[in-house]
């Protein structure tokens, strides 16, 4: 695609709830990142792809998150059992390079736990 | 603990009126720093910076980088209120990731 893409742009969800947030990449851009901006924050890394593997899962911030991808392209962050905290926005990035620096961010999936 | 800080954290203006953004950083392994604009949820880049005292320049926007004093700026010169943003700054690590690590950004309100 011309860009990143994410869904759901907006999610409520009720506590105690499972969520799966999607991310669909630039057409090949191999590497792929998830990052975390709670209000007023500045964005939390949470994982990388390069593939469909995961080298860098050091941010995920509970077992509670887990994400994979599938074919190179499409992620998926799932949060199991939702708490009030997990309420941010979840962006994803993808880069042609990696450790080039130079991601394009999608516009993010607003979580609202309530 | 890798650590970016942005100053200010906000910042009001008047259309015209020039401003600098900070960011300083304390990481291991530093490999370069760079600069996004947020102006709803995606940010977009504007600069990234490798060598110490090379100005990058886009249009009204300039950036410099000092590996000495671990620290950059962010020159807006001329304000508008499209300038209107959260402005991040970031650190990547020599990691073969291409992980980040960001400030909290600075936001700036430019007034008519």
């Known amino acids: 695609g011309a860009g990143v893409s994410q869904s759901p742009s907006n999610k409520v969800t009720e506590k105690g709830k499972d969520v799966e947030l999607r991310c669909d990449p630039i057409s090949g851009h191999t590497a792929l990142y998830w990052y975390r901006q709670s209000l007023g924050q500045g964005l939390e890394f949470l994982i990388y792809?390069?593939?469909?593997?995961?080298?860098?899962k050091s941010g995920l911030p509970s077992d509670r998150f887990s994400a994979e991808r599938t074919g190179g392209s499409v992620s998926t962050l799932t949060i199991q059992r939702t708490q009030q905290e997990d309420s941010a926005v979840y962006l994803c990035?993808?880069?042609?390079?990696?450790?080039?620096?130079?991601?394009?961010f999608g516009s993010g999936t607003r979580l609202t736990v309530v | 603990e890798d650590k970016v800080v942005q100053s200010p954290l906000s910042l009001v203006v008047h259309e015209g009126d020039t401003v600098t953004l900070n960011c300083s950083y304390e990481?291991?392994?530093?490999?370069?720093l760079l600069w996004y604009k947020q102006e709803k949820k995606a940010p977009t880049f504007l600069f990234m910076l490798t060598s110490s005292g090379i100005e990058k320049k886009s249009g009204r926007l300039s950036s410099i980088l000092d590996k000495k004093e671990l620290f950059s700026i962010l020159n807006i010169t001329a304000t508008q209120t499209g300038d209107s943003a959260v402005y991040l700054c970031?650190?990547?690590?020599?990691?073969?990731?291409?992980?980040?690590?960001f400030g909290q950004g600075t936001t700036l309100q430019v007034k008519p």
């Open positions: 990481v291991t392994n530093f490999r370069s």
């Open positions: 792809f390069q593939g469909n593997s995961a080298p860098d």
């Open positions: 990035a993808s880069s042609l390079v990696v450790d080039s620096g130079g991601y394009t």
């Open positions: 970031a650190v990547l690590l020599s990691s073969n990731t291409g992980k980040l690590i």
